[in-house]
């Protein structure tokens, strides 16, 4: 089985280095979710991989070879791109059929792999179809087949989805996993919007700054975040990060509570608390106080944004009934839910 | 940046056409004014064409009768010129050139073209202003260097000699570059990862998602040259190398100048541009049509 191993990937341009050193194991038939903020190098790793982008410093490994120096079509791979590259003169049909310019197969073979493609994205009636003449979902379809019939080890798509309305976005996310499920291909997957990411990944890899923050499941990077960045990266709205100080199984806030907390760290560290984690009480009976300053309503649920004096942060009413705004309220957290952080790197303690 | 400029005139326009009375006739002017004037333009368009057609259907003795119709219409202008066996070998010579320099243009000028817009390399922007900076020369100053260039080679009353000067333009590199600027990287690098060569990206990828560009290019290139005169009555002094526009001046050089046979040449050289025309503009149409697809 054909696996992808990154090691110690670094991409300079010019003096100035965008990847630092990236490091990643993926198994046959994985779905790998690169994901972070703009200008993280996301795009950059994918296309090192892809062989768009000569690699500065490291290996790339595809199915047991060391793909550095070959060429794109070379590697065993197939991309889609963000704005599709599929052509406007031609239909899709040919489009599709592009995917094989290069293969050595008979013309059968060649049409039958095409129709196959296109059976499998719905897509056979338009096959004579020219590019003008289809949605924007089509399009993408187009792109997907275009991959498909080289039958790659590995799929690379670069945020293939962003061109499409909201929507569009979330069928075309379903489809894409079926598709997964289906060809059982590894993919490398790059996108900026988390969501995104925590519904199609096996892994999530989130990247800042050319540098792997955390690679790990959606439920690990969301419930044991390695550090603040991916804590407030995924999720949304973000996760409450309080200032304060731990010791003897407390933290003391710097806005004056204290919350029991289950850890033997001592100094300063930064609490967070999810907003779904984080629910309206009894002024009296909680530790937090503060005054709805505005209120969310999403239906099931109300985001209540409230001043604790000196911090401000989001919690989670209920649908019905919630705290109105300029309300007193107090808020209690699930002790379970808590995550501390070190003050000074960042890094989770645990 | 048109838009607002039309649409606020016709705001207007509309809101005094629910008023009554004497404003209504106000706003009937402007698109009357409008009309006027692009009459007059088309006038001035046509006049001289409408002349060369009235002027080669009549007899010598009409011709400086300014009348449009003909008093005596006649064809036998056109048949004098095109049973002058010296016409055929024009219209040859210019067909030939014109065609040659088209084709030559498109390939090389797209292909420079193509290079300096998508690729980088040492000096690309010095490369890309040396070319432009030959639009800077006039046809004027480099005629002779030209002619001591053909003469050493013996080129003179030459196809070739005629030709090779405008076998790529700097205009047409400048013009594709800007066109294939506007190609999405990403279209090239699919097809990089699909297989192609170099070349073959260029081939089979750019260069049709660019032909509005090319059909616009055919059009000033075969129009330019077959309309060109200086050069090649220059580098020609055999009357069976002569170009169109040159042989043509040889029905003024006898003792008078024979303005009808003149018109009915230019007629009958008209019609070349006419059918380069109405070809190449299905293209800028239809890629006008495509431009609206992106994304
Ligand atoms: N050809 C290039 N020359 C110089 N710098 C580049 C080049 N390509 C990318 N960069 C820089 O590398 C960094 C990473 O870019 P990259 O495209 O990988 O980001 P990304 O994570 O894909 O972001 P986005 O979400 O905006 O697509 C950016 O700072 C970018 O400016
Ligand atoms: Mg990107």
């Known amino acids: 089985m054909t696996t992808l191993i990154l090691r110690d990937l670094v991409k300079e341009f010019g003096t100035t280095r965008v990847v630092h050193g990236v490091s990643l194991d993926v198994t046959p038939g994985e779905f790998i979710v690169l994901v972070g903020p703009s200008g993280c190098g996301k795009s950059t790793t994918l296309r090192m991989i892809a062989g768009l982008e000569e690699v500065t410093a490291g290996t790339i490994e595809i199915g047991g070879r060391v793909v550095n120096d070959l060429e794109p079509k070379d590697r065993d791979i197939a991309m889609v791109f963000q704005n599709y590259a599929i052509y406007p003169h031609l239909t899709v049909r040919q489009n599709i059929g592009f995917g094989l310019y290069t293969a050595r197969l008979p013309r059968a073979e060649k049409a039958r792999r095409i129709e196959e493609a296109a059976a499998v994205l719905g897509m056979t009636a338009y096959l004579e179809r020219k590019p003008a003449a289809l949605s924007g979902g089509q399009r993408q379809r187009v792109a997907i087949g275009r991959a498909m019939v080289r039958d790659p080890a590995v799929f690379l798509f670069d945020e293939p989805l962003s061109n499409l309305d909201a929507q569009l976005r979330t069928q075309m996310r379903l489809e894409i996993k079926k598709l997964h499920a289906r060809l059982a291909n590894t993919i490398v997957y790059v996108t900026h919007d988390q969501v995104e990411a925590m519904t199609l990944a096996d892994r999530i890899v989130i990247m800042k700054d050319g540098r792997i923050q955390q690679v790990g499941s959606p439920a690990e990077v969301y419930h044991a975040?390695?550090?603040?960045?991916?804590?407030?990266f995924i999720g949304a709205p973000a996760m409450n990060l309080l200032a304060g100080t731990a010791g003897g199984g407390r933290v003391r806030l710097d806005i004056g509570a204290e919350i029991a907390v289950d850890t033997t760290a001592e100094g300063p560290v930064r609490l967070g608390i999810r907003p779904e984690d984080l629910r309206p009480a009894a002024p009296g009976a909680a530790p937090l106080r503060g005054r709805v300053s505005v209120a969310e309503p999403l239906g099931p649920g109300t985001l209540l944004h409230v001043d604790l004096g000196g911090a401000e942060v989001i919690a989670t009413g209920?649908?019905?009934?919630?705290?109105?705004?300029?309300?007193?309220?107090?808020?209690?957290?699930d002790p379970a839910a808590l995550h501390l952080f070190d003050a000074a790197t960042g890094a989770a303690i645990r | 940046m048109t838009a607002p400029a039309t649409d606020a005139p016709r705001a207007a326009a509309e809101a005094l056409l629910r008023s009554p009375g004497p404003v209504r006739r106000r706003v009937a002017a402007g698109p009357a004014v409008r009309w006027l004037v692009l009459f007059a333009g088309g006038v001035a368009m046509v006049a001289p064409l409408a002349y060369m057609l009235s002027t080669s259907l009549k007899y010598p003795f009409e011709v400086y009768n300014l009348n449009l119709i003909p008093e005596e219409p006649t064809l036998d202008n056109y048949r004098d010129v095109l049973s002058d066996r010296r016409f055929g070998w024009w219209f040859f010579n210019s067909l030939l050139v014109a065609t040659l320099t088209t084709v030559s243009n498109l390939f090389w000028d797209s292909l420079v073209g193509y290079t300096l817009a998508k690729f980088r390399f040492r000096f690309r922007q010095v490369v890309f202003i040396a070319i432009l900076s030959t639009l800077m020369i006039p046809t004027e100053m480099l005629v002779i260097p030209w002619y001591l260039m053909s003469q050493q080679f013996g080129w003179l009353n030459t196809h070739w000699g005629i030709m090779f000067p405008g076998l790529m333009t700097a205009f047409g590199v400048f013009l594709m570059r800007q066109f294939f600027q506007t190609v999405?990287?990403?279209?090239?690098?699919?097809?990089?990862?699909?297989?192609?060569?170099?070349?073959?990206?260029?081939?089979?990828v750019a260069m049709p998602l660019v032909r509005p560009a090319l059909a616009a290019l055919a059009i000033f290139v075969f129009l330019g040259n077959w309309t060109a005169f200086i050069w090649p009555l220059i580098v020609t002094n055999d009357q069976h190398m002569y170009t169109l526009p040159v042989g043509l001046t040889t029905f003024?050089?006898?003792?008078?100048?024979?303005?009808?046979?003149?018109?009915?040449?230019?007629?009958?050289?008209?019609?070349?541009?006419?059918?380069?025309?109405?070809?190449?503009?299905?293209?800028?149409?239809?890629?006008?049509?495509?431009?609206?697809l992106k994304g």
């Open chain 1, 225 to 232: 975040p390695a550090n603040t960045f991916v804590a407030t």
């Open chain 1, 318 to 333: 209920p649908g019905r009934g919630a705290p109105e705004p300029g309300q007193e309220v107090g808020l209690l957290a």
């Open chain 2, 184 to 204: 999405p990287d990403d279209f090239l690098e699919a097809a990089r990862i699909d297989g192609l060569n170099e070349f073959q990206i260029w081939w089979r």
């Open chain 2, 252 to 292: 003024s050089v006898e003792q008078s100048v024979q303005w009808e046979l003149i018109m009915t040449g230019a007629a009958v050289s008209v019609l070349p541009t006419l059918v380069v025309f109405l070809v190449f503009q299905r293209f800028i149409i239809r890629g006008v049509v495509m431009a609206g």
